[in-house]
């Protein structure tokens, strides 16, 4: 076993990979942009779901699985959906076993609470920080196989492009040191690319500021298939800033928070009247959607503005401080009031992308040797996520890929060391001439300029409700940004610690994607799922039961459909104003 | 365990055991000079006439105070105060721990060297007048409630940081409390300290 | 209301060149924070006498004080720049980097020792492999509840930088280390390795080095219970330290 596998990005999936491939004692270069422990998976805040019926609900992994593919509008491939799905109560339980810290029951067992979407409690949750839990539960186990020696972590290295060889096989990583910009070529037999989603393309949204989906759109760009772009989660319920808008977890309104306007004088709980059978447990699109016609239609938002009253005042105070103690922290930090007294003011915010890079069911994607797990790749989500599976998602997909990679690379006729060195040269020659260029660059355009205008265009135009003029207008934006893009001004700044030189190339790689993103929303002629068009506020299943492909082209993204796999559950109407109908078991 | 392990919580017990209860034996004979001159005398000429007084010198008091000081030196160098920028209660006291252990090193050398030695190494001419005679001059006296002030300081503050270190406080309410024991030892200590050197004015 | 607000900024280039200060004039906005300041920068890289400069280079991620990243010296305190709000700063703003951290390039460190302390004291908890073995084991709420206030820690910094007796002088690994170790002993798996992490903590530059001052549980932003983990710690070294002599 002389291979060496690689794996980009320290976040859950990256992790959960790493794990894998370290216990069938493959070596692994693990490559992250940030120290692990500061993923962004630490945002992820509500739970984690599995069908654990620890309260006696009657919850199965069938209910899981048909809310998932339900909650999805049918766009997700089921298999893949069904395996993981079946899988979750075990990753429960491992990720118990290595010490995550799970609220309990009285009895000691795992506690559970709902999340929107669901018919059942099945969101294992740690307070109201679980995704940071569960990254810290990884990275230690990860740290005990460094400390064994099967991993080398290189952290604060960015991704800079995949070393192909002549049959187009993924061999290797050219990857930058960010504190000395040096960069280096790691060959390799297998690359798991877990690098996460591609949120700042909004540059206002929940995510972190290292979430430019940089490394996707770096694969995209030689070659990989970018699957379901413009499908992009609008979380119902952040709080607004001028930075960022910070994530106020679904779990709030899972422990009985109530969303209200004042409508007449009177608090009108629009969300309890418009779903009654779901009421404020309503998926994240749907709420979304149902606070957008609130504020901008109907023009009742919290004091004109584009607000909604997120409130908790009449729950305990200890029950508070014992779920939700993280998310209240946070609106305390930031805005001064105090959640157990006084509603939240909330709004929606760009939040996870359903789309990502193309895989198939072995997680590789259409590159040989290059696989991706997590938020990254599209597999799991369908048109929309409901809350508790992104978690789920991102460890599965990590147990499936360090596998699936291991098998790959011990699979090969020719493993990467006997690869002439030249391969390797060339890609880091490559990238060291295009960086000079970047040095180069000294034109009046600041990037970060740049970058706030694409923002404020995608907000406005390519989230919550999309039209296709406006689409297009954007697209045309996008090409006059990257028209403008050739004049920007890096400055004199020496190499050392420089920030904005990879900003710069990052900036690109967002702009190739958010033409991804707006040009497959324009396409795509229907609604379904957080894909929301006036013009065409139906699914379309006949036309539009297909996932969406894109692959990179000079002229811009190049489009094509593939079917969607419903072997187990035949699409239906999505609906949540009455309960969802139960779906016989014939799988 | 490695040996910095040991000799720092050696350090921290040697400040207690014996060092603490010498101070605190030392204060109690300095007390009998409050029932006048002759009581002082007579006290301390028992004292030095106790079989093998040497080796309770050696083993009880000098070599632990010569290790508690060289340690303590070490202790302090490997500090960076930060008393400016984080003015915590606590960090105060960890601030004066150190200064109060320079202060008393310092003093305790001076009175060693001015008293138990002032003859050589067998000087046993310790006497109510002689203690009188020098501490009747006020730079001296002025020095010495300095000193016995830092050095009561830092035994109460090394009572209470003991207890932490060792194990034997561990919940805030307990460690509280025992903050509040070791400010009443502070307090005893001061006035029984004060009201014996005044005894001698 | 146009006000501006005024940053002065210890800036250094790289690890070996001397360090010196710039000011910033940056436009005022409410519930503006220390990193939305220095997006401002970004976004117009000139210094408060008008002159072009490099914008200052300084770490941040979540945003959301969740991740440690923009953990740095805020008017003389360790602290995250995202949730230092302008509005509860005193002008001008003094931002410096951590001091008991190598510095990279102007407000950026390099805490590697931090994950290299986890490590040295062994924080994780031994599972024998990844397949499904069935639930873990059972744990009262009220343990959990003590577990997770640990947990929570993020390897931000702010205890090593506020600890008197960590500098260079010293080789001390810090409170959250030590709070790590506790969180893993109190696991009940965790505790089948509790003496190997003891031990591990009794080496040089260990739990020993602790000096009381407790500056840790007060800067610490996620209120770990840093202080009592070392008195807890301290209490389980010396029996251990006892124990082991006397049946050495």
């Not at chain 1, 779901?49 to 899981?64: F, L, M, P, R």
């Not at chain 2, 028992?46 to 303590?72: C, M, S």
Request: glycine share 8%; net charge neutral; proline share 5%.
């Amino acid at each position: 076993m002389s291979g060496k596998v690689t794996v980009i990005g320290g976040g859950l999936a990256g992790l959960m990979s790493v794990i894998k491939l370290a216990e069938r004692g493959q070596k692994v270069d693990l490559f992250s942009l940030v120290p692990c422990k500061r993923s962004h998976s630490v945002c992820a805040q509500g739970g984690i779901n599995a069908a654990v019926n620890t309260k006696g609900e009657g919850d199965s992994t069938w209910e899981h699985f048909d809310d998932t593919i339900y909650g999805g509008d049918f766009l997700a491939n089921q298999t893949p959906v069904k395996n993981m799905i079946e899988a979750a109560p075990s990753i429960i339980y491992l990720v118990d076993r290595m010490g995550v810290q799970f609220n309990r029951t009285p009895e000691g067992f795992l506690d559970v609470r709902r999340l929107g979407g669901a018919k059942y409690s099945r969101t294992v949750f740690a307070g109201a920080t679980t995704g940071q839990q569960l990254i810290y539960a990884l990275d230690e186990q990860v740290r005990r196989y460094e400390d064994e020696g099967l991993v080398t972590r290189y952290e604060e290295w960015e991704l800079l492009s995949l070393v192909r060889d002549d049959e187009g096989c993924c061999r290797g990583v050219v990857v930058q040191d960010m504190k000395s910009l040096d960069i280096q070529v790691f060959p390799a037999d297998a690359v798991i690319l877990a690098t996460g989603g591609p949120g700042m393309i909004y540059v206002r949204s929940t995510n972190s500021t290292i979430n430019t989906g940089f490394a996707a759109a770096s694969a995209y760009m030689q070659g990989a298939i970018y699957a379901n772009g413009e499908f992009v989660q609008i979380h119902p319920s952040a709080i607004p800033g001028r930075d960022k808008l910070r994530l106020m977890s679904e779990s709030i309104r899972g422990d009985g928070g109530r969303v209200w306007v004042y409508k007449d004088g009177k608090p009108w709980y629009f969300l309890e009247d418009w779903y009654p059978a779901y009421g404020n447990m309503v998926p994240r699109d749907i709420a979304t959607r149902a606070i957008f016609k609130v504020c901008v239609d109907m023009k009742l938002g919290v004091e004109g503005e584009n607000k909604v009253y997120l409130d908790i005042t009449h729950l305990d105070p200890h029950d508070i401080d014992r779920k939700l103690a993280g998310v209240v922290d946070i609106y305390e930090k930031f805005i001064g009031d105090d959640p157990r007294k006084v509603p939240m003011e909330t709004f929606p915010a760009v939040h996870y992308s359903m789309g990502g890079l193309w895989v198939d069911y072995n997680q590789m994607t259409n590159i040989p040797g290059l696989f991706a797990a997590g938020e990254c790749e599209y597999q799991y989500h369908g048109a929309n996520r409901l809350g508790g599976n992104s978690l789920v998602a991102a460890i599965y997909a990590g147990m499936v890929v360090g596998p699936k990679a291991f098998e790959y690379s011990n699979g090969l006729k020719q493993r990467c060391n006997d690869l002439p060195g030249s391969l390797f040269e060339r890609a880091k020659e490559e990238e060291i001439t295009k960086q000079k260029a970047l040095f180069a660059m000294q034109g009046k355009e600041n990037p970060y300029k740049l970058h706030q205008e694409l923002g404020e265009w995608m907000v406005d135009n390519v989230t919550v409700v999309r039209n296709n003029d406006r689409l297009l207008a954007t697209d045309q934006k996008i090409q006059e940004l990257m028209e403008r893009y050739k004049t920007i001004g890096v400055g004199n700044s020496p190499e050392w610690g420089n920030q904005i030189v990879p900003f710069t190339r990052r900036l690109w790689g967002m702009l190739s994607l958010a033409r991804v993103i707006t040009l497959g929303a324009y396409h795509r002629n229907e609604s379904r799922g957080a894909h929301y068009k006036p013009d065409f506020p139906d699914r379309d299943d006949e036309n539009w039961l297909k996932t969406t492909k894109a692959e990179w082209t000079a002229n811009g993204p190049h489009f094509s459909y593939d079917p969607v796999d419903t072997s187990f559950i035949k699409p239906r109407k999505r609906r949540y104003d009455v309960a969802k109908e139960v779906t016989a078991q014939n799988g | 365990m490695s040996h910095s392990y040991f000799w720092r919580k050696l350090h921290s017990l040697s400040g207690i055991l014996p060092l603490g209860i010498f101070l605190m034996v030392h204060m109690f004979i300095n007390s009998m000079a409050t029932l006048g001159q002759e009581n002082f005398n007579r006290g301390v000429s028992l004292l030095h006439n106790i079989p093998y007084l040497w080796f309770f010198e050696l083993v009880v008091i000098f070599i632990p105070i010569l290790y508690h000081a060289f340690y303590g030196i070490w202790v302090v160098y490997l500090t960076r105060n930060n008393i400016e920028n984080y003015r915590y209660f606590r960090n105060w006291l960890f601030y004066l721990q150190r200064v109060s252990a320079v202060i008393t090193l310092l003093f305790v050398t001076w009175h060693v060297i001015g008293l138990r030695f002032s003859e050589g190494v067998i000087s046993n001419n310790i006497t109510f007048e002689f203690v009188s005679a020098a501490l009747n001059q006020p730079v001296i006296l002025v020095l010495y409630l300095i000193g016995l002030l830092a050095s009561f300081g830092h035994f109460a503050n090394g009572l209470w940081s003991f207890l932490v270190s060792w194990g034997i406080t561990v919940g805030e309410q307990a460690q509280r409390t025992a903050a509040y024991g070791s400010f009443v030892v502070f307090i005893i200590l001061t006035a029984v300290g004060i009201n014996a050197l005044l005894a001698f004015i | 209301m146009a006000k501006d607000i005024r940053l002065v900024i210890k800036r250094q280039a790289n690890p070996k060149s001397a360090d010196y200060v710039e000011e910033f004039v940056i436009p005022y906005f409410p519930k503006m924070n220390v990193v939305a300041a220095l997006m401002e920068i970004q976004k117009n890289p000139l210094n408060a006498k008008g002159d072009v400069t490099t914008p200052v280079a300084w770490d941040c991620n979540c945003l959301e004080e969740v991740c440690g990243a923009c953990t740095m010296v805020i008017n003389g305190q360790a602290r995250q720049a995202c949730s230092a709000l302008v509005d509860q700063l005193t002008q001008p703003i003094h931002l410096a980097p951590l001091t008991k951290f190598p510095v990279v390039r102007d407000l950026v460190v390099d805490r590697k020792v931090m994950f290299d302390n986890l490590r040295k004291v062994k924080a994780w908890i031994e599972v024998d492999g990844t397949h499904d073995m069935g639930p873990g084991p059972r744990v009262s709420p009220k343990v959990q509840e003590q577990a997770y206030r640990l947990s929570k820690c993020m390897t931000c910094g702010c205890c090593m930088e506020a600890c008197p007796n960590v500098n260079p002088k010293s080789n001390f690994i810090g409170p959250a280390p030590i709070a790590q170790v506790d969180l893993m002993n109190s696991h009940p798996t965790g505790a089948l390795q509790r003496e190997r992490r003891l031990e591990a903590l009794m080496t040089e530059g260990g739990i020993a080095d602790c000096g009381n001052a407790q500056n840790c549980i007060k800067v610490c932003p996620k209120e770990v219970p840093l202080t009592r983990s070392i008195a807890r710690l301290n209490r389980a070294t010396t029996f251990h330290g006892i124990k082991s002599w006397f049946n050495k």
